[in-house]
């Protein structure tokens, strides 16, 4: 009789292909499926999976993890939620390649103001010993729990190659030359594809690196990503405006025609203006006509955001005095929120807001912490500020200086509201599921539990979705488009990334405002119930009773 190293007894196994699930064990031995169904043979490790759900290990496509892997290699909350891969170094960011400690700052100082991952957070974590990117994924290996999939950064790929000039033109042949050999060579060491960025913004308001790329430039970096058999080309589109993002899909059509190769971006949104997201839907269906392969990323979660003027906000960026100020360190913000010099053009500024900061007005006011404010809670601005005969940046300012700026607003049931929009966008066959950004904007949502929030909304409450689709779309339709061939489904030969669940009791957790990060920093995490086991490659990292001490997980 066989002896494996555990076996899960007894499960309703959805094998995420999106087929029927059928009854029956798996066996798992040295990380992989050694047997599916009825067999013969005993383990070490067994889990009772009676009444529950077995499915593949959740992969979450579009992750800021990158920083938080070099002191949590399980990422959590990710595996909380079942999510047993994570795809690192996307927008165009990633640690490496990295030339200097100079380069190093200008990396962090990029991560700081576009996905809310402090400088002290990196000085007192991130060591940035590594110069490569082969070098980057040897130092996080070792204390891995949760699997990665990690992308190049465009744009830190272009400040490698080229320093300061990265942010003034297009390549050189030369330089060119130089960022697919840096390619080829992370491909070669496990990247799993590269990032780029047509929106995103530095510290300085000024475009980040891959947005000075041309397209020669483009179409020769996924030409050399293409030579290792796999890739996929990932972007963040210019979101603010629609013409510039049709233009973004068509180039992404020229990127992958040209390279072959799979391309995808983030986020596809149900907006008040476009529930159903058609212009966006219409132009990746006429991409998919031309042959190429473009893909959305869509979240099931509404779109909601947490402001508070303690922290960092993207509904900020566009007002220049209101963002200068939140750039400055917090006991200086305090003083000049409060400055009655600066409040008249702080006030006057938001009048006009617009692109994002548009959304400002349905700010609800959450936790405060003065007597003064507590009757402000659950309250929208805008009847505070008719009631009170104030502009929107007065009441903004009065409830945030009277609570230190301490104070949570709330923007809740706008960008993702139409809950039956976005199970249709969710089962569009050129959409993903994906876009969480877990482990970015970390002070202001947290995108990990969105795989929850799946199954207990659209498949157990609404019935939107089966629970085998559900699967299929986190797991093995995701896996075999981003190239994740050894995991995704569960068959014999696969890697036993492999999570058991409750599908009755499976849910997620309001978000919670925690201060658990490196660097005095705080960050919003939402916890699950319903998961009895979570393996990775073959090793419970999660079970009922929290972490075990087992760190299997890979660069995949």
Same mark, same amino acid.
């Given at each position: 009789?066989?002896?494996y190293?555990?076996?899960?007894r007894?499960?309703?196994?959805y094998d995420?292909?999106g087929?029927e699930?059928?009854?029956?064990d798996?066996?798992?031995?040295?990380g992989e499926?050694?047997?599916?169904g009825q067999?013969d043979g005993?383990a070490?490790v067994?889990?009772?999976?009676?009444g529950?759900?077995v499915?593949?290990?959740?992969?979450?496509i579009?992750?800021?993890?990158?920083?938080q892997?070099?002191?949590d290699?399980?990422a959590?909350?990710?595996?909380e939620?079942?999510?047993t891969t994570?795809?690192?170094?996307?927008?165009?960011l990633?640690?490496a390649?990295i030339?200097d400690?100079?380069?190093?700052?200008k990396i962090v100082?990029?991560?700081g103001v576009i996905?809310?991952?402090k400088?002290?957070?990196?000085?007192e974590?991130?060591?940035?010993?590594?110069?490569?990117?082969?070098d980057y994924?040897?130092?996080i290996?070792?204390g891995?729990g949760?699997n990665v999939?990690a992308?190049i950064?465009?744009?830190?790929?272009?400040?490698?190659?080229?320093?300061?000039a990265s942010?003034?033109?297009?390549?050189?042949?030369?330089?060119?030359?130089?960022m697919?050999a840096?390619v080829?060579?992370?491909m070669?060491?496990?990247?799993?594809g590269i990032s780029s960025?047509y929106?995103d913004m530095d510290?300085?308001?000024k475009?980040?690196?891959s947005?000075?790329?041309?397209?020669?430039?483009?179409?020769?970096?996924?030409?050399a990503m293409a030579?290792?058999g796999?890739g996929?080309?990932?972007?963040?589109?210019?979101?603010?405006d629609?013409?510039?993002?049709?233009?973004?899909i068509?180039?992404?059509?020229?990127i992958s025609?040209a390279?072959?190769?799979?391309?995808?971006?983030?986020?596809?949104?149900s907006?008040p203006?476009?529930?159903n997201?058609?212009?966006i839907?219409?132009a990746?269906?006429e991409?998919q006509a031309r042959?190429?392969?473009?893909?959305?990323?869509?979240?099931?979660?509404c779109?909601?955001?947490?402001?508070?003027?303690s922290e960092?906000?993207?509904?900020l960026?566009?007002l220049?005095?209101w963002?200068?100020?939140m750039?400055?360190p917090?006991e200086?913000r305090?003083?000049k929120?409060?400055d009655p010099?600066?409040?008249e053009?702080?006030?006057?500024?938001m009048?006009?807001a617009?692109?994002?900061?548009?959304?400002l007005?349905f700010l609800?006011?959450g936790d405060?912490y003065s007597?003064?404010?507590k009757r402000?809670?659950g309250?929208?601005?805008?009847?505070?500020?008719q009631?009170? =005969?104030?502009e929107? #940046? !007065?009441v903004?300012l009065d409830?945030?200086?009277?609570d &230190?700026?301490e104070?949570? /607003?709330?923007?809740?049931?706008v960008i993702?509201?139409?809950?039956?929009?976005?199970?249709?966008l969710i089962?569009?066959?050129l959409c993903h599921f994906?876009?969480?950004?877990?482990?970015a904007?970390?002070t202001q949502?947290c995108?990990t539990?969105?795989?929850?929030?799946?199954l207990?909304h659209?498949?157990?409450?609404?019935g939107q979705m089966?629970?085998?689709r559900a699967?299929?779309?986190?797991?093995?339709e995701v896996?075999?488009d981003w190239?994740l061939h050894?995991?995704g489904?569960?068959a014999?030969g696969?890697?036993?990334?492999i999570?058991?669940?409750?599908?009755?009791?499976?849910?997620v957790?309001?978000?919670?405002f925690? =201060?658990?990060?490196p #660097? !005095?920093?705080?960050?919003?995490?939402?916890r699950?119930? &319903?998961y009895?086991s979570v /393996?990775?490659?073959?090793?419970?990292?999660?079970?009922?009773?929290?972490?075990t001490?087992?760190?299997?997980?890979r660069v995949?």
């Amino acid at each position: 009789m066989p002896t494996y190293d555990s076996i899960i007894r007894n499960g309703l196994i959805y094998d995420g292909t999106g087929s029927e699930p059928v009854q029956g064990d798996i066996a798992i031995s040295n990380g992989e499926i050694a047997a599916i169904g009825q067999f013969d043979g005993s383990a070490d490790v067994e889990v009772d999976a009676t009444g529950l759900a077995v499915a593949p290990g959740f992969i979450d496509i579009h992750t800021h993890f990158d920083p938080q892997l070099c002191w949590d290699g399980l990422a959590t909350p990710s595996i909380e939620h079942g999510i047993t891969t994570v795809v690192t170094g996307n927008c165009s960011l990633s640690l490496a390649p990295i030339r200097d400690r100079k380069a190093a700052d200008k990396i962090v100082s990029m991560f700081g103001v576009i996905e809310d991952i402090k400088k002290k957070t990196f000085d007192e974590a991130v060591p940035f010993t590594w110069e490569s990117f082969p070098d980057y994924l040897e130092h996080i290996t070792p204390g891995l729990g949760i699997n990665v999939g990690a992308l190049i950064g465009h744009s830190a790929l272009r400040l490698y190659v080229m320093g300061a000039a990265s942010q003034e033109r297009a390549a050189t042949e030369e330089e060119i030359s130089e960022m697919c050999a840096l390619v080829e060579e992370a491909m070669a060491a496990g990247a799993l594809g590269i990032s780029s960025s047509y929106v995103d913004m530095d510290e300085n308001a000024k475009p980040v690196p891959s947005q000075y790329a041309d397209l020669n430039e483009k179409i020769a970096l996924a030409k050399a990503m293409a030579k290792s058999g796999r890739g996929i080309w990932q972007i963040v589109p210019f979101f603010p405006d629609l013409n510039r993002e049709l233009d973004n899909i068509r180039e992404l059509g020229e990127i992958s025609l040209a390279a072959g190769v799979p391309c995808s971006l983030q986020p596809v949104l149900s907006s008040p203006t476009s529930p159903n997201a058609e212009e966006i839907i219409n132009a990746l269906e006429e991409q998919q006509a031309r042959g190429a392969r473009v893909y959305g990323q869509v979240m099931p979660r509404c779109f909601d955001l947490n402001m508070r003027l303690s922290e960092t906000s993207m509904l900020l960026f566009s007002l220049p005095s209101w963002k200068a100020i939140m750039d400055m360190p917090a006991e200086t913000r305090l003083a000049k929120f409060s400055d009655p010099d600066m409040r008249e053009k702080l006030v006057n500024e938001m009048k006009n807001a617009a692109g994002m900061s548009g959304a400002l007005p349905f700010l609800t006011v959450g936790d405060t912490y003065s007597d003064a404010n507590k009757r402000y809670e659950g309250r929208t601005l805008v009847e505070i500020a008719q009631e009170e =005969d104030k502009e929107l #940046g !007065e009441v903004i300012l009065d409830i945030a200086v009277a609570d &230190g700026l301490e104070t949570e /607003f709330q923007l809740k049931n706008v960008i993702n509201a139409d809950k039956a929009a976005v199970a249709a966008l969710i089962n569009h066959p050129l959409c993903h599921f994906g876009a969480s950004d877990a482990g970015a904007h970390v002070t202001q949502f947290c995108g990990t539990g969105d795989t929850t929030h799946l199954l207990e909304h659209y498949v157990r409450e609404t019935g939107q979705m089966t629970l085998e689709r559900a699967i299929h779309r986190m797991t093995g339709e995701v896996a075999a488009d981003w190239g994740l061939h050894d995991r995704g489904v569960l068959a014999v030969g696969k890697a036993a990334d492999i999570v058991v669940f409750d599908p009755a009791t499976v849910s997620v957790s309001e978000e919670e405002f925690v =201060d658990d990060f490196p #660097g !005095e920093a705080r960050r919003y995490v939402r916890r699950s119930s &319903g998961y009895n086991s979570v /393996f990775v490659n073959g090793e419970i990292v999660y079970n009922a009773d929290g972490y075990t001490d087992k760190r299997a997980g890979r660069v995949v």
